[in-house]
């Protein structure tokens, strides 16, 4: 198998979270130890979550403005289609890697990141909040700004649509950033890497969550891994929020994901398994790794186990 997956597909041709559940298996999206999407009342606020400073709503943020730098993570044109007034983009294919297995693969790749972000105009002392068009993928760029060690990064809770239903303006005008030196200090602590992966197996501390949808996980997953699908973080419909807190630790305790356990995120290429990741992060768990090489890098290696169908 390709450890590269191309765009289509990888996302196949989604908008907003609703496309998300159709794609990533509809009827199979919940999965095993999920739980009913939160309608938009029961959402919570900022402040009922451990680590609330993770998240920002479209009304701060936008009187936080322009004392801070908002990057979109989606496709160019949909950024070219309308985004928040005077800020930047990139997307996931340009933060991708499915290699961990070398010290010089993850220098390359953070390099190659590094320099990206500088021709977005950030330095690693900014304030980041990461948006997105209601994938929840944003969460992709925070933890690559966690693996580059950016003190303050946010996610925009509830992403573009959060902020149009806001009555926030934006705009089809393109910006233009002026280039900075990017330079990041890795923080390994936030990284599973093939080796480390490969050493957990058998460790009964160590919980590997597969984040994909069931007819993914199903065709074949990391030995003994549980399943809940990355959608099940956040509300259904047009506006994608982050369910309580409980709502969340209800779930995944329930299928042994709990916080005296190392917890190891994995998904096709690292987008998907990076919501989880900020998830969890976000409801208090702190000993979470994401294996960002995830599954494209897992079967790439043929000499290494792969379980199918259920447990």
């Not at 690559?144 to 239903?165: F, I, S, T």
């Not at 419909?237 to 005296?260: F, N």
Request: glycine fraction near 10%; charge should be negative; proline fraction near 5%.
């Amino acid at each position: 198998m390709s450890s590269r997956l191309t765009r289509r597909a990888f996302v196949g041709g989604l908008v907003g979270l609703g496309g998300l559940l159709a794609a990533c298996g509809g009827q199979d999206a919940g999965g095993a130890g999920s739980v009913p999407s939160a309608t938009a009342s029961t959402v919570a606020t900022a402040t009922a979550y451990a680590k609330a400073d993770l998240l920002v709503d479209a009304k701060t943020l936008a009187a936080d403005l322009p004392n801070v730098h908002v990057i979109a993570l989606m496709p160019a044109q949909d950024f070219a289609a309308g985004h928040i007034d005077g800020m930047m983009q990139i997307d996931w294919p340009d933060l991708d890697i499915s290699d961990t297995s070398s010290d010089a693969a993850l220098r390359s790749w953070q390099d190659r990141v590094e320099q990206k972000l500088g021709e977005l105009g950030l330095t690693n002392g900014d304030r980041v909040v990461a948006y997105d068009n209601g994938t929840l993928f944003a969460a992709r760029l925070w933890w690559v700004l966690a693996y580059l060690g950016q003190k303050e990064k946010q996610v925009l809770n509830g992403g573009l649509p959060a902020w149009k239903n806001a009555g926030q303006a934006t705009t089809v005008t393109a910006s233009k950033a002026s280039p900075t030196t990017y330079r990041g200090t890795a923080d390994p602590s936030v990284l599973a890497r093939l080796d480390d992966v490969r050493d957990a197996l058998k460790q009964p501390d160590v919980v590997f969550l597969d984040v994909r949808a069931l007819n993914e996980y199903t065709a074949g997953h990391l030995p003994g891994a549980v399943n809940i699908p990355y959608t099940e973080n956040a509300t259904g419909g047009p506006i994608p929020l982050w369910k309580p807190q409980d709502v969340l630790r209800q779930m995944y305790t329930a299928v042994g994901v709990s916080t005296d356990k190392t917890i190891i995120p994995y998904c096709s290429t690292g987008v998907r398994s990076a919501v989880t990741y900020f998830t969890l992060r976000l409801i208090g768990y702190d000993k979470v790794k994401l294996f960002t090489g995830s599954w494209a890098e897992w079967s790439a290696h043929p000499d290494l186990p792969v379980e199918k169908g259920m447990p």
